[in-house]
């Protein structure tokens, strides 16, 4: 499946030049999408350079993810390339992979995304609905698949995209969360605390952002990729740890394969 305003400068003193240190964000009373309007600046998800300490949170480098008590976390790992090209935190049996791609600096991806995600799931026999959520616009989906018994059966699977300052942030929900509003909530709660960190160099729109797991992860994965080797005639090599992508999204589904589209964001 495949899946973006100019500022004006108009002040130019010396004093406007300097550079500034990111400002805590200070939300107003009251739960984003509940008791008031979600504004994603000031309730997150945040750009590195809106959140003055983003401290505590594991840094995967392109983002930055909170690390909760009781929280799965995985990294979800291309194959063929190796590349870790998304992330998934699991609360439960419920499921929400992140994966992060460049954009233009002019406008955000995310209404041509989902109408993209939405054309790919009716094509499979599935179904696709546009609600609103917590977050803004997202897309509710029923994915077809094989049961055991061979016949055909659905499984819900739940969008929600994120534009920020040249960046988007595509969640896909799994799991119980994927239908119920109320098992939803705290994944929102994990995605609302991620602070994404594009960097400053030119990439075509829709590039997926590479993740760099952390040193003792990579440590991990090493090893048992050392211990999965054959050591003789007749022994086949067994898998790394944290082969594969999370569910309702391979690789860099509903963006491209890596890349997408044509010009520099």
């Not at 809106?50 to 909170?66: F, H, Q, T, Y």
């Not at 119980?176 to 609302?192: F, H, I, K, S, T």
């Not at 997926?208 to 007749?234: C, F, I, N, S, Y």
């Amino acid at each position: 499946m495949g899946i973006f305003g100019r500022r004006k400068d108009t002040d130019l003193s010396e004093e406007s030049l300097d550079p500034q240190e990111p400002v805590a964000p200070n939300p107003p009373p009251g739960e984003p999408g509940v008791d008031r309007d979600w504004d994603r600046a000031l309730d997150g998800p945040y750009d590195i350079t809106e959140l003055a300490d983003p401290a505590g949170k594991v840094d995967l480098g392109a983002l930055r993810v909170p690390a909760v008590k009781g929280m799965e976390l995985r990294l979800d790992v291309e194959q063929g390339s190796g590349r870790v090209v998304g992330v998934t935190m699991g609360i439960g049996t419920s499921r929400l992979q992140l994966q992060v791609f460049a954009t233009p600096r002019s406008t955000g991806i995310w209404r041509e995304v989902r109408e993209e995600i939405a054309e790919g799931v009716r094509k499979t026999g599935g179904t696709a609905d546009v609600t609103d959520g917590v977050l803004g616009t997202e897309l509710r989906c029923r994915m077809p698949g094989k049961a055991t018994d061979g016949r055909v059966a659905f499984q819900p699977a739940r969008f929600v995209g994120v534009d920020g300052p040249r960046w988007f942030l595509r969640g896909v929900v799994n799991g119980p969360a994927a239908a119920d509003d109320e098992a939803l909530r705290p994944l929102l709660g994990l995605l609302r605390q991620v602070v994404v960190s594009r960097g400053e160099e030119p990439r075509p729109p829709r590039e997926v952002l590479v993740l760099q797991p952390p040193k003792e992860v990579v440590e991990v994965m090493e090893q048992r990729a050392a211990a999965a080797r054959p050591t003789g005639k007749g022994r086949k090599p067994g898998g790394t740890a944290a082969s594969g992508t999370a569910a309702g999204g391979t690789g860099t589904a509903a963006a491209g394969r890596g890349k997408a589209g044509e010009g520099r964001g």
